[in-house]
């Protein structure tokens, strides 16, 4: 079966269109192949041979300055795209986490206006999750605890307040 191997991730063809690797470097055509034959030469031998060492140091040395400039800005990219789905996903974290989270925000926005951090405190945070303004959820009649286990999964504590009742 023919494929076009620009399509083909694993291809030089593919990396290089993509981006991927030097396209354009001296150092590239030293790997050419020249099918001039060439009377043997101690001389010219020791001249190639430190030729090469010293061109694919030059190589390697580019690539690595290549591939440094092309992942410049992956940390910020990762670390704004956790945040997006921690902030997406806010409602599975625990309770103490969230309450860690608010207070963080609220001492990065106290830095961020030039305010002591001290002066802001753990009850303060959770005023601000609460939010007064805003209508709480009405619980309904009868709950259902229920425990996250560290291996995965959840296991059922019956309904919530009540406890196990002997039943005689």
């Avoid at 063809?13 to 192949?33: M, N």
């Avoid at 795209?81 to 806010?90: C, F, G, I, M, Q």
């Avoid at 209508?135 to 229920?146: A, E, H, N, S």
């Amino acid at each position: 079966m023919k494929r076009n191997p620009r399509k083909l991730k694993w291809t030089k063809a593919f990396r290089k269109a993509a981006g991927k690797e030097l396209t354009v470097d001296s150092t590239l055509t030293f790997a050419a192949r020249r099918n001039v034959p060439v009377r043997y030469n101690r001389d010219l031998v020791a001249t190639t041979l430190k030729a090469m060492s010293r061109v694919s140091d030059v190589r390697a040395r580019r690539e690595r300055a290549f591939y440094k400039n092309r992942m410049r800005g992956n940390k910020e990219r990762t670390k704004a795209e956790d945040r997006k789905l921690v902030e997406e996903n806010e409602h599975l974290l625990p309770k103490e986490m969230k309450v860690q989270m608010a207070h963080d925000a609220a001492v990065a926005e106290a830095e961020s206006m030039e305010v002591e951090p001290a002066v802001v405190s753990r009850e303060e945070t959770l005023v601000q999750v609460r939010q007064p303004g805003l209508k709480q959820k009405q619980k309904p009649k009868q709950t259902v605890r229920k425990r996250l286990l560290v291996g995965g999964g959840v296991e059922d504590e019956g309904p919530a307040g009540g406890g196990d009742m002997d039943v005689d």
